[in-house]
């Protein structure tokens, strides 16, 4: 068994447990892998971000500017960064920063920094307001969905043959159900402001969601798929607790996609599943969830695999999926001395010791 | 596809064996559904039914045996298992 003594950079390390990033996760999946032995750099984008301050996940944790700043900004902190940790692998956690950071992987390879990414095109793919797209090369159905660019379509939308209750998603993230067409407008103009136009709209399907993540590895092939059911969700919708399945209609269709694609990186497949068992894409997301310790749960530790590939080193066998492993989710407080604080507002960064 | 007319048991009613092969039963009548990720659990004689059906579809050998296991009438025995066999079809999905 190789050991893996490198440094690892992960985005995504906000944690508020309503909604948190997948990157703690995913560092404490490395952590816990016998095959890392290297160090980890949490990078968040707010100074309350709880994984630069968590020693037990994080060796450093730094500020990134957002990346509504501009790639020019991104560069320079990476770079900053980079002089500092000696990064080898950068893993982005979220949704938002991956347009940026496919389009700039040149110039962050050139520092020397290794990154598994999709490509331009398969990003592209994705997007939520490709859906009906992606969803026939799965295989499977999806909702219909809609692109708006105007809050008055909620007042006129049964014109159009749409009814309330619906979702209204931002084209990166976010998504609302509304019940009518207040809700509706107050909804767009939300996430509008936080993500941009256009905003969609997506007809609501009824049953219960679950989920499979896994990792493409850029030549059609899908490794360590890992399914779950949500048993529990926090208001926004976020899995609070879950149990690992292993259903084998939601891995054809997750495989055919991924063949088809030949998608390169993690993704996380999200469906809702009928009384009688039949799955409806509602989207795809280009990363890790936050859920993914429970790949380690099952016995697939995925950021390992992604690591890997980012290596350029085999990523050898999974084992056999395993059903009925469960994850609970719960928040926790943790004490931090002001002066660490005081390190990340004023010096951007920090070494935990 | 013997069985009651009164009280429309039949084989058919039973869900596929494919379905009822791939639930994990516990002993202690605790029942996962590793395709769906549901559970839920069963009492003394759910468990003995479970375990019949899991290894025969034939459902009048089952009501027979049942039904000297705990000296039941055959027409209770009958109207239980249909009720049963319903929640059942509606747990992995065929309803």
């Known amino acids: 068994m190789s050991v893996f003594n490198v440094t690892v950079a992960i985005t995504g390390v906000n944690a508020k447990p309503d909604n948190p990033g997948p990157g703690l996760a995913v560092a404490r999946c490395l952590r816990e892998s016998p095959e890392f032995n290297g160090r980890i750099v949490g990078l968040g984008y707010d100074a309350l971000d709880p994984g630069l301050y968590l020693k ?15 790639d020019e900004a991104f560069l320079s902190a990476i770079r900053k960064i980079h002089e500092q940790e000696k990064i080898d692998v950068l893993l982005p956690c979220l949704d938002a920063e991956l347009p940026g950071m496919v389009r700039l992987r040149p110039l962050i390879e050139e520092m020397g920094i290794k990154v598994f990414l999709p490509t331009p095109e398969q990003l592209r793919m994705r997007n939520k307001d490709q859906l009906t797209e992606i969803a026939k090369l799965a295989g499977i159905e999806c909702p219909e969905i809609k692109t708006i660019t105007h809050a008055g379509f909620f007042y006129k939308c049964q014109e159009e043959g749409w009814s309330f209750p619906m979702v209204v998603k931002g084209l990166f993230y976010d998504a609302r159900f509304v019940h009518n067409a207040d809700e509706g ?38 490794l360590g798929e890992v399914m779950m059911r949500k048993m529990a969700v926090t208001d926004k919708g976020k899995a609070w607790s879950g149990v690992s399945i292993i259903d084998h209609a939601l ?34 997301n280009p990363r890790f969830p936050a859920w993914i310790y429970l790949c380690v749960g099952v016995g697939r530790n995925l950021p390992m695999a992604l690591l890997k590939l980012a290596l350029n080193e085999p990523v050898g066998d999974f084992r056999e999926p395993e059903a009925g492993v469960l994850f609970i989710r719960h928040a926790e407080d943790n004490i931090i001395p002001i002066a660490e604080f005081e390190h990340v507002i004023m010096q951007g960064g920090h070494h935990l010791q | 596809m013997v069985d009651s007319e009164q009280t429309g048991v039949t084989s058919s009613s039973i869900p ?16 996962f559904d590793p395709t769906s990720g549901h559970h839920f659990t069963v009492n003394e004689t759910g468990l003995v039914l479970l375990r019949h059906l899991q290894q025969n579809q034939d459902l009048s050998s089952i009501l027979n045996a049942v039904t000297q296991e ?26």
Not at chain 1, 57 to 67: R, S
Not at chain 1, 252 to 277: T, Y
């Open chain 1, 251 to 284: 891995y054809e269709a997750s495989a055919k996609l991924i063949k088809a694609i030949k998608w390169r990186g993690p993704l996380e497949f999200e469906v809702m599943r009928d009384q009688h068992g039949h799955y409806q894409l509602i989207e795809i």
């Open chain 1, 185 to 222: 407008a107050e909804a767009f103009r939300h996430i509008a402001a936080e993500w941009g136009l256009p905003v969609l709209v997506q007809r609501v399907v009824k049953g219960e969601e679950y989920n499979l993540t896994a990792v493409g590895d850029g030549e059609g092939n899908m």
């Open chain 1, 56 to 70: 037990k996940y994080c060796d450093a944790g730094y500020l990134l500017p957002y990346p509504s700043t501009g």
């Open chain 2, 70 to 95: 705990y000296n039941v009438s055959h027409r209770d025995l009958e109207r239980d298992v249909l009720e049963f066999l319903s929640l059942l079809r509606e747990f992995v999905g065929e309803q």
């Open chain 2, 16 to 31: 596929s064996a494919e379905s009822l092969r791939r639930l994990a039963i516990s002993e202690s009548g605790f029942v």
